[in-house]
């Protein structure tokens, strides 16, 4: 993402911060900006090296605290196969998300099928199970790395 978008992607989330009336402390800002910058999705102790060059103090629960925020506010998907963290570009509204994860380069796409979303609630309502929360994490080679090869 440029750097322009990053700032304007921030500027966003603060102000759905203040609108449901949540604080985005500076390390909180910290953590959206370093997300902002990655290629691909992080891990938590990746994220808390870079933190400490602008919070030299941070320590594990620093990070782990900023994270569940973001998480929260849906500014941040966690990706479970690999536990780490990508951040979302369409947080302003709830949607279903699909990620498509390289395991060669590590960078993340989200597609948002609805369809996806309706057919694992489908499937889920047959077994009397109530969904509150799913992400379909699919592992391949990105396009780039495939053109990349030949
Ligand atoms: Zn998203
Ligand atoms: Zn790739």
Known sequence: MSKKSAEK???????????RGVRMTPTRREVFSILSRQPGAI????????LKEAVPNAKPPT??????????????HKIS????????????????AQMLIC?????VQETHSEQ???????QATKHGFDV????VEAH???NNCQTAKH
């Open 9 to 19: 992607l921030l500027s966003t989330a603060e102000s759905v911060c203040t609108q």
């Open 43 to 50: 891990g938590a102790y990746d994220l808390l090296d870079l």
């Open 63 to 76: 990070i782990y605290r900023a994270l569940d925020f973001l998480q929260e506010q849906g500014f941040v």
């Open 81 to 96: 196969s690999s536990n780490s963290y990508v951040l979302c570009t369409h947080f302003e509204k709830h949607h279903p």
């Open 103 to 107: 395991n060669q380069c590590g960078s």
């Open 116 to 122: 996806i979303d309706d057919a694992v609630r489908i």
């Open 132 to 135: 509150q929360h799913q992400t």
């Open 140 to 142: 391949g080679v990105c």
